[in-house]
């Protein structure tokens, strides 16, 4: 079984480069090839041996014979195997850096990439307001993996307080990201709409009623319910 899962190692790794690829033309505005991509991936991932044993026996035209798999694709495959890597994924990413900032800023504000074009299209969105803080935390962060940890890290931050924030905002908070933590999550006990303490000393749950008199609960533990409170 271990044996069965090393050897298919190389499918999963470009199965994952494949749905990047993907989700890459797919902000790029590409039509078409994404669809094509996934379908190859998902081909990959549903393979019982490794695609090198296919390779090593019958080269590209093996290749080819995986359903979904058409020779532009079966090349990357080829290509992935030899080299390790796809020189078209390494491209795209670097094509689509900015774009890859603005859409994963906000997809922490709760917008999916095709509502995110919908908006843009309606004017909701100015797109190209968003074009040069993304351009400039690219140029701060380095890696784009590392500004999108940043834009998540003040997301996560900002979204515990209620705050609103911008791609400028992690520019602000840039070299006090580690130490930005999200609001701990308070949990407060209430029975029927009233506030509810418990009693250390006598070790008793006592519900506080609309008058603030302390009343033993008589009730079960089940019967509790637990509101956040922000």
Known sequence: ??????????????????????????????????????????ALEGLEIDVSSIYKKAGLLGLKEIPSV?????????????????????????ETAIRQIITHYFKTK???????????KKRKIIYSRFTKPAKQLLELAGPVEKAKEAIGRVAEWANSRNLDYAIETVFKKWLELDRLKPKEIVKKPY??????????????????DPEGRWLEFAGKKEEIEWRIVK
Do not use: C, D
Not at 26 to 42: D, H, L, M, T
Not at 73 to 94: M, N, P, S, T, V
């Open 1 to 42: 079984m271990n044996n069965q899962k090393n050897n298919q190692k190389n499918n999963q790794k470009i199965a994952k480069i494949f749905y990047e690829i993907a989700e890459l033309l797919e902000i790029k505005g590409v039509a078409f090839k994404p669809a094509a991509y996934r379908k190859a991936a998902k």
């Open 70 to 94: 058409g020779e532009s694709i079966a090349k990357k495959i080829e290509e992935y195997l030899k080299r390790g890597k796809i020189e078209y994924h390494q491209k795209l990413k670097e």
């Open 110 to 120: 709760g917008l999916n990439l095709q509502e995110l074009k919908k908006s843009a």
């Open 191 to 208: 029975f029927q709409g009233n506030p509810m303490v418990w009693s250390r000393t006598k070790r008793k749950w006592y519900v506080i």
